[in-house]
């Protein structure tokens, strides 16, 4: 039997979650730039067709994603990639997920002539229950560079959504509801631009060290 420590809440259709998952004991996930646009890559094609991206963030060992989990109906049955059946007969939103590190340690493992896991398993997720808190996970969310110290502002560093949702190039990224959230990009740059109290969203921020 597993162990309780060890469960996770299933991704449930129709729901909000921050996913989280940091490399195994800490260890760097992404060694150079072709592996951030790697993950991404494998990100788009295991995970786009059952969730709709909000946000997110790329560190050197751990990353952030704001998704909606989408209806069952709104699945994007034909585009889903699988690593293990063609047609599995129950979509699981977690598997998918697993998919995607697998995919992603299989190929790093391969280049860096490394073997083992990478990443923590289980992966972390917590449901997003309010506007308010996807108001400041998303401010969360970005701010991460900094508040780990690794760039002076949120615009600095190249590995996140901040910066496509200030820009018109084309995007999966939820933009649009994006900017909604916050009422304008006025309001979204100024948002980020202070810093926020994030006691309110406390129980929805996993890395707290």
Known sequence: MQDDKYKKEPLDFGNYYHIYNRGNNG?????????????LKLYHQYIHPIAET?????????????????NEKEVLIDSLEYSTVDNPRVIDPSKQFGHLFNAYTQAINKKHSRTGS?????FERKRVTSE?????????IHNNPVHHGFTKTIIEY?????????????TKLKRDDVIEIYESKENFIDYHSEEQDLETIFDLIIDRN
């Open 118 to 122: 990478l990443f923590e398993k289980p």
């Open 27 to 39: 260890i760097d996930i992404f060694f150079d730039n072709e592996n951030y646009d790697y993950f």
């Open 158 to 170: 190249p590995w996140s959504s901040y910066g496509s949702i200030l820009s018109d190039m084309p």
């Open 54 to 70: 909000f946000a997110w963030c790329l560190m050197k060992n751990h990353f952030h994603f704001l998704v909606y989990i989408r």
């Open 132 to 140: 308010k808190y996807l108001k400041n996970l998303i401010y969360y």
